[in-house]
């Protein structure tokens, strides 16, 4: 693993991430695929035409479904969804908090009932570091709790510094499976996660306790899951000085176009959210001058494409008018190519940040893309 700044402005890095399936250029936007597909009917060609650096896929969801050990039997979550580029693996700590209603947490780790079929899960640290390293992801996170963004500081305490601790089980774990014989990647990366809810004091506590590890790189979780956009960026400014700058920062989950800018702003490198995949299945879709909803009767006999001058499948060869009637009419090609364009316009955008910092151009970029995503469409 290297990671090296290529440029900096302000907070704002540029930098390249070299992984055992690849080097990848930061800030990136990483794809959510979260069964190894992301919803849409999205293949493995289209995100390599859209210029995918990363997937991320989801351990929980494919340890109930599927099950890593048939998918370290036929080699891996590489080979299983043929993409051989960087993979992230979520840990399942985010279950923790989006499942609330189906499971006990104890100091040994998670009680669950699946999703699914209710049948009994426990996940701790040592296993969700195995179902990641049976995957073979390139990089694995550590187990945690997400506590609600607002939770009071009396359980965010307590949560957090049990969250340390299972880091430093998972950090053991991870050791012992990189050195088994049949590990599937006995490279894989383990980045460690900050909490600490809107708390300014717990999350620099936390970032300068889980900093001492030396991990490859660090995250900043708990965001974007009830706070408000400027308590997310006060959280920012305060937790990401007491991170590693010469490590990759990972904020999860997040988010707008907005939040992006933002966050890249503050020293953020990698981002992930099912917002693009989720809107365009809705008819939401992204452009460089606001968001607009397909659906509406304005766009019925609109020719043009969703954006001018995009180069997204969509774009290229579809109108307004036609998406606008496979959407209402319900046909999957609707959300396939409403997915791709916005998965497309997510992509080109960090490309674009990333134009602009080699430049030293970011800070006037991000004024004019804010101006101008705010319009009303």
Sequence with gaps: MEYKILKKEGRAKRAE????????????FMNVGTVGAIKGAVATEDLERINTQVLLCNTYHLHVRTGDPLIKEVGG??????????????S????????????????EGVYFQSHIDGHKIFMGPEQSMQIQS??????????????PALAEKSYVQPSVDRTTRWLERCIAEMNRLNSLEDTVNKEQ?????????????IRIEHAKRISEFDL???????????ESHEQMYDVLDHVVPYLPENKPTYLMGVGTPANILEGVDRGIDFFDCVYPSRNGRHGA????????NIKNQKYEKDMRPIEEGCNCPACRRYSRAYIRHLIKAEEMLGLRLCVLHNLYFYNHLMEEIRD?????????FKKRMLDQMAQEN
């Design 92 to 107: 399942g700590g985010f279950q923790v908090f989006s499942l609330a209603k189906l499971r006990r947490i104890k100091e």
């Design 356 to 364: 602009a910092l080699d430049k030293g151009e970011f800070s006037s």
């Design 17 to 28: 991430f070299v992984t055992v399936h690849g080097t990848v250029q930061t800030p990136l």
């Design 77 to 90: 979550l590489h080979k299983f969804v043929s993409w051989d580029k960087p993979i992230l693996t979520d």
């Design 189 to 201: 990366l383990l980045f460690g996660i900050n909490q600490g809810a809107v708390y300014p004091d």
């Design 134 to 147: 049976n995957l073979g992801s390139t990089i694995a996170m550590a187990f945690d709790e997400c506590p």
């Design 216 to 226: 490859p790189g660090y995250a900043v979780g708990g965001l974007a899951v009830g």
């Design 285 to 292: 879709l992204y452009t460089h001058y606001g968001k607009i």
